[in-house]
């Protein structure tokens, strides 16, 4: 069987993003003998529901783990609930949309909760050394909608199994090229080295798939 994962496009002022560089990578690896299927989704309100259940639907996987940039963040972040609601926040899509106070669903849930085993993994990335932590809320940009869409639709279909969303990190990379003014005592954005992502998103995809 497979895991999908999926990631983002780069965005507004990221030349690069971390999800899309692991999604590429990791796509065709084995993992606790689940081949990882990596997708990259464009950072599009219009479709993203549809785009995702398009995917769930053509590889029926064994589980689901979307991942997306949160810049200026220190740690994987596993995301407990995603709601019902996108809302740009001023930060317009690459097609320039720019939602306020809409939901995703229009008769849908109020929101849905993860179904990875959070505070294990957070426990195991831990114990590996990975910066981890659970979060209560991913926003109500594109990776929450990611999060609300895809348990959305398995729930619909009646799909029994561990989906969810990590937010990762910048690159160092990132982190250098959005540093505001540091030679003059400014700030430079939390970062993690891709290869310990990529290793973080294999033990996400591992915890996962003990629950399958």
Do not use: K, W
């Not at 609601?85 to 001023?90: I, Q």
């Not at 981890?132 to 909608?145: E, I, K, Y």
């Amino acid at each position: 069987m497979s895991v999908l994962l999926t990631g983002y496009e780069p965005f507004g002022e990221f030349e690069e993003n971390p999800s899309e560089q692991l999604a590429r990578r990791l796509d065709g690896e084995d993992v606790a003998g689940h081949e990882l299927v990596g997708s990259v989704l464009p950072v599009e309100f219009d479709g993203i529901g549809e785009r995702l259940a398009t995917l769930v639907d053509r590889h029926d996987p064994a589980a689901v783990v979307c991942t997306g940039l949160a810049s200026g963040e220190p740690a994987i972040r596993l995301e407990r609930v995603g709601v019902n609601v996108a809302d740009a926040a001023g930060t317009p899509d690459n097609a320039d949309a720019d939602p306020v106070d809409e939901r995703i669903a229009p008769d849908g849930a109020d929101a849905y909760l993860s179904t990875l085993p959070l505070v294990r993994t957070v426990e195991h990335l831990r114990e590996r050394g990975v910066p981890a932590r659970v979060s209560n809320t991913a926003g109500t940009h594109l990776c929450n909608d990611a999060l609300y869409s895809t348990l959305a639709h398995l729930d619909a279909t009646g799909r029994d199994v561990p989906a969810g969303f990590v937010h990762l990190p910048a690159t160092p990379a990132i982190a250098v090229r959005n540093a505001e003014h540091p030679e003059r005592g400014g700030s430079v954005p939390a970062s993690m080295d891709l290869d310990l992502q990529a290793e973080a998103v294999r033990q996400v995809v591992a915890a996962a798939l003990v629950t399958v």
